[in-house]
């Protein structure tokens, strides 16, 4: 079995696996997001300018990190069908052996 074409298996799971925690500290950070929307929005009204900038603020990190997790989950699919594919190849390479 050819040493690059397991370093590459390697590399592709690495990616993954990486990829995997990054979604999973983005998931945190949304739900803290969304928590602490939800005090702010409990607490006492604020002067009406400031919480507009605030709303506004908290609504952009929300919506930020709501489409890095979509990126993340599409770049995991495209990462695990690559994944499929070398292990496919790898296991044909160990059959021929």
């Known amino acids: 079995m050819d040493l690059r074409k397991r ?17 999973d500290k983005a998931e945190v950070l949304l739900s ?7 005090a702010v ?5 604020q002067p ?3 919480q507009i900038v605030s709303r506004r603020s908290m609504d952009q990190a929300i919506s ?8 993340l989950n599409q770049a995991l699919e495209m990462a695990q069908d690559d994944l499929r ?3 496919l190849d790898l296991l044909d390479e160990i059959a021929e052996d």
């Open 85 to 87: 594919d070398a292990e």
């Open 48 to 50: 009406f300018a400031g």
């Open 41 to 45: 929005d409990r607490q006492q009204p």
């Open 32 to 38: 803290s997001l969304l928590s602490a929307q939800q």
């Open 7 to 23: 370093n590459r298996f390697g590399s592709r799971l690495r990616v993954l696996i990486e990829t995997n925690a990054a979604r």
């Open 64 to 71: 930020s990190t709501k489409r890095l997790i979509a990126s």
